[in-house]
């Protein structure tokens, strides 16, 4: 069984850092991708950023340039380094992996940026 399980939200100061951490219950390079998405009150779930088991990595252009995407394969763990935090930023963030048309998602972790 598949499962995603989230850490590192919290609460933080605008400009400070945060580092999100997904731990995985089998082998990350089993999926073609795994990643971020965020949801933030009352809006839709977006995109952050995803890392492919090639290692490419995308990121959505409110976010480049300021977070990072990880992985550790032998921790089947995946990362997120987020700096330079803005309040905009504040939103629960899930974990997802994918396998052809197979998606998973971890349940979220809390992120509050305050200005």
């Known amino acids: 069984q598949v499962q995603l399980v989230e850490s590192g939200g919290g609460l933080v100061q605008a400009g400070g850092s945060l580092r999100l951490s997904c731990a995985v219950s089998?082998?990350?390079?089993?999926?073609?991708?795994v990643g971020w998405f965020r949801q933030a009150p009352g809006e839709q779930r977006e995109f952050v950023a995803t890392i492919n088991v090639g290692g490419r990595t995308d990121y959505a252009d409110s976010v480049k340039g300021r977070f990072n995407i990880l992985r550790d394969g032998p921790k089947n763990t995946i990362y997120l380094q987020m700096n330079s935090l803005k309040p905009e930023d504040t939103a629960v963030y899930y974990c997802?992996?994918?396998?052809?048309?197979?998606?998973?998602w971890g349940q979220g972790t809390q992120v509050t940026v305050s200005s």
């Open positions: 089998v082998n990350i390079f089993e999926f073609n991708t």
């Open positions: 997802r992996a994918n396998v052809l048309s197979r998606v998973y």
